[in-house]
């Protein structure tokens, strides 16, 4: 049973459009919701996370918006860039029980010039 | 600072071969991490290390092992390969258990 959707599994935006990924989860026990960048041939690297007591958190051109009645939280890309192609995956997890955490699927973003 | 480091980077395998994936971190985190990745899948977590000393099963630890042979390295075991462990396999450190995960470039393994 996987506990983490997302979705699309893969986006094309033109230079300067938004990108918005979604995710959505199962398990009401989440309470860490983070964002990965990978890009090819590299590990992910954390890109910015999210704990449920916020409904929205912005760094730079990124941004998690988070809906704790929905269960679902989404990655916002501002004025993309082809620098910004990579998969991104969002994960959750349980406090502090590594055991408990799950990804999702990964979308590829491919940003056009 | 290296961050975490992981070798061999490529490795092919015949069915039933055995070897072990290493994995060292530099950052003194107490936290390690074993991950698979395959095409259009996220991460699954293989085993987990929450300190020296502690190893855990995580979603998918069937085929393989664990050794925490100190606080910097981890190392993966596979000890009768199969093709269905043709993968990505990376290794992910972090100052706590549950904190962020610092990733290493992986190990990309094909068994034939």
């Known amino acids: 049973q996987q506990q983490v959707k997302q979705s699309p599994q893969s986006l094309i935006v033109q230079k300067g459009g938004i990108s918005i990924i979604n995710c959505a989860y199962e398990?009401?026990?989440?309470?860490?919701f983070p964002w990965y960048q990978q890009f090819p041939g590299k590990g992910p690297a954390l890109l910015i996370a999210?704990?449920?007591?916020?409904s929205e958190k912005k760094e730079g051109r990124f941004t998690i918006s988070f809906n704790k009645s929905a269960k679902q939280f989404s990655l916002h890309i501002m004025d993309s860039q082809p620098g910004d192609s990579a998969t991104y995956f969002c994960?959750?997890?349980?406090?502090?029980?590594?055991?408990?955490?799950?990804f999702g699927d990964g979308t590829t973003l491919t940003v056009k010039p | 600072n290296a961050g975490v480091t992981q070798t061999p980077k490529f490795q092919v395998l015949k069915t039933g071969q055995s070897m072990t994936l290493q994995c060292a971190q530099d950052?003194?985190?107490?936290?390690m991490y074993w991950y698979r990745q395959d095409p259009g899948m996220g991460l699954r977590l293989i085993y987990y290390?929450?300190?020296?000393?502690?190893?855990d099963k995580g979603e998918v630890p069937n085929g393989y092992n664990v050794s925490r042979l100190n606080k910097r390295e981890f190392s993966l075991r596979l000890e009768s390969a199969a093709p269905s462990q043709t993968s990505v396999y990376f290794c992910?450190?972090?100052?706590?258990?549950?904190?962020?995960?610092?990733f290493g470039p992986g190990t990309r393994l094909t068994v034939l």
């Open positions: 994960a959750a997890s349980i406090g502090t029980n590594a055991g408990k955490s799950t």
């Open positions: 950052m003194n985190h107490n936290s």
């Open positions: 290390s929450a300190s020296e000393g502690t190893t």
């Open positions: 992910a450190s972090s100052e706590y258990e549950g904190g962020e995960q610092f």
């Open positions: 999210i704990r449920p007591d916020v």
């Open positions: 398990n009401t026990a989440f309470d860490y």
